[in-house]
Nanobody, 127 residues
Framework: QAHIVESGGRLVQPGESLRLSCVVS????????IGWFRQAPGKEREGLSC????????NIADSIEGRVSISRDSAKNMVYLQMNNLNAEDTAIYYC????????????????????WGQGTQVSVST
């Protein structure tokens, strides 16, 4: 089973950018999908973006497209979520998750599909 650790969350001001990191270990092949999700107080978990292991194809939620990008460094087992122009509505706990195995060409940003989760990292946007 994958072991996942997120980092990079902190307090930022509106309009700032932030890059979150996720290190994943324990994967036995490239047939996986890794996703970023967030959950704000009182709200359901929301899918943001994902990347497919064996194809590199990505997916980004319509609600956040244009402000978010996902990337990876396979040599370091890292996946990154770059977020720009942050606002108060982006305040949440951000989670990285893995579904393995996954044989599809392009990942799906559906939290129900993912079977391993990190502990999350807090992002707060405030003046």
């Amino acid at each position: 089973q994958a072991h996942i650790v997120e980092s990079g969350g902190r307090l930022v001001q509106p309009g700032e950018s932030l890059r979150l990191s996720c290190v994943v270990s324990g994967l036995s092949s490239e047939y996986y999908e890794i996703g970023w999700f967030r959950q704000a107080p009182g709200k359901e978990r929301e899918g943001l973006s994902c990347i497919t292991g064996h194809t590199g194809l990505t997916n980004i939620a319509d609600s956040i497209e244009g402000r978010v990008s996902i990337s990876r460094d396979s040599a370091k087992n890292m996946v990154y979520l770059q977020m720009n122009n942050l606002n108060a509505e982006d305040t949440a706990i951000y989670y990285c998750a893995v579904e393995s195995p996954f044989y599809g060409a392009r990942c799906y940003i559906d939290p129900e599909r993912f079977n391993s989760w990190g502990q999350g990292t807090q992002v707060s946007v405030s003046t």
